[in-house]
């Protein structure tokens, strides 16, 4: 999980993810699916992805259907993140503004 306050900031957590995962598992990534979120078809994401041989996948933009596991485990670790932060008693502004998983 990785915490951002800006949707401009994907590409970026997405490079930091990837050397993380290519070297843990010893294998490149060759698919990405994603929604048709602005932020996943921004040229500057489409050009890392095609720079690097990643072919592209999209779903229908916010249709569970599409991608249903996904969908319900972002929205039970999300509600966990909440629960967390409820139970720390942590004033509200100490929040982070938005979550990608």
């Known amino acids: 999980m990785y915490i951002m306050s800006h949707k401009s900031e994907v590409r970026e957590i997405f490079v930091e993810w990837r050397r993380k995962i290519e070297l843990q598992t010893g294998r490149k990534i060759k698919i ?3 929604d048709n979120g602005g ?3 921004s040229d500057p ?3 890392l992805c095609r720079d690097e041989g990643i072919e592209r996948h999209f779903t229908v933009r916010e ?3 599409q991608n249903g596991m996904a969908e ?3 929205h039970t670790l999300l509600e966990k993140i909440r629960c967390l932060l ?3 008693r ?3 502004s100490f929040w ?3 979550v990608i998983l």
Request: proline residues 0%; charged residues 25%.
């Open 63 to 65: 249709t569970l259907q």
């Open 39 to 41: 932020e996943y078809k």
């Open 45 to 47: 994401f489409l050009q």
């Open 32 to 34: 990405l699916r994603s």
């Open 72 to 74: 319900r485990f972002n």
């Open 90 to 92: 942590l004033n509200k």
């Open 96 to 98: 982070v503004a938005r």
């Open 86 to 88: 409820s139970n720390s």
